[in-house]
T-cell receptor
Framework: NAGVTQTPKFQVLKTGQSMTLQCAQD?????MSWYRQDPGMGLRLIHY???????DQGEVPNGYNVSRSTTEDFPLRLLSAAPSQTSVYFC?????????????FGEGSWLTVV | AQSVTQLGSHVSVSEGALVLLRCNYS??????LFWYVQYPNQGLQLLLK??????LVKGINGFEAEFKKSETSFHLTKPSAHMSDAAEYFC?????????????FGTGTQLKVEL
């Protein structure tokens, strides 16, 4: 059982370049989300999705785009990379519901924008 | 809006000593609370969670946490620290509005275990 898989693990971008961070889960989870982790700030929600075709913004959505065409995949697109987007990105998934379902995290993607 | 405050960004304990990591939350609805651990260059692993029922929650690796509504706290404890416990720990509260499962995290506590 692979769980939540993120690619790439490491990436260096130049300012202004675009790229896509891939996320896939094999647990048939309805809910998927992206967080970024910055020193001293914990993790902050970028975008989330409660099912295929449905996405919404989190706390820090600017500069990022998402889509959810399948249950399994939830890619995060950086439209025009900026140094402020240097961070560690985590994809997460869980079942929907009202009982505090466990959220499972990927291993992270380390992104540096120069 | 929900929020989480973790007191102490760095905590240092001796091996064998009690571990106490503090977490206070703010929530307008009954909270679902989580503790996650992150080892260097890895993702987050769930230690334990409180949803409903018993307020003392036991997790993996000998950790436990007690939900205290009157104090809006969810402190993490372990009776005897081990070197392998050195990691960063995050407290989080869940927002289930709209069917989502959005977590609001604290800023984390780095635990150092010394011989």
């Amino acid at each position: 059982n692979a769980g939540v898989t993120q690619t790439p693990k490491f990436q260096v971008l130049k300012t202004g370049q675009s790229m896509t961070l891939q996320c896939a889960q094999d647990m048939n989870h309805e809910y998927m989300s992206w967080y970024r982790q910055d020193p001293g700030m914990g993790l902050r929600l970028i975008h989330y999705s409660v099912g295929a075709g449905i996405t919404d913004q989190g706390e820090v959505p600017n500069g990022y785009n998402v889509s959810r065409s399948t249950t399994e995949d939830f890619p995060l697109r950086l439209l025009s990379a900026a140094p402020s987007q240097t961070s560690v990105y985590f994809c997460a998934s869980s079942h929907r519901g009202t009982t505090g379902n466990t959220i499972y995290f990927g291993e992270g993607s380390w992104l540096t924008v120069v | 809006a929900q929020s989480v405050t973790q007191l102490g960004s760095h905590v240092s304990v001796s091996e064998g000593a009690l571990v106490l990591l503090r977490c206070n939350y703010s929530s307008s609805v009954p909270p679902y609370l989580f503790w996650y651990v992150q080892y260097p260059n890895q993702g987050l692993q769930l230690l334990l969670k409180y949803t409903t029922g018993a307020t003392l929650v036991k997790g993996i690796n000998g950790f436990e946490a007690e939900f205290k509504k009157s104090e809006t706290s969810f402190h993490l404890t372990k009776p005897s620290a081990h070197m392998s416990d050195a990691a960063e720990y995050f407290c989080a509260v869940s927002d289930l509005t709209g069917g989502g499962n959005k977590l609001t995290f604290g800023t984390g506590t780095q635990l150092k275990v010394e011989l």
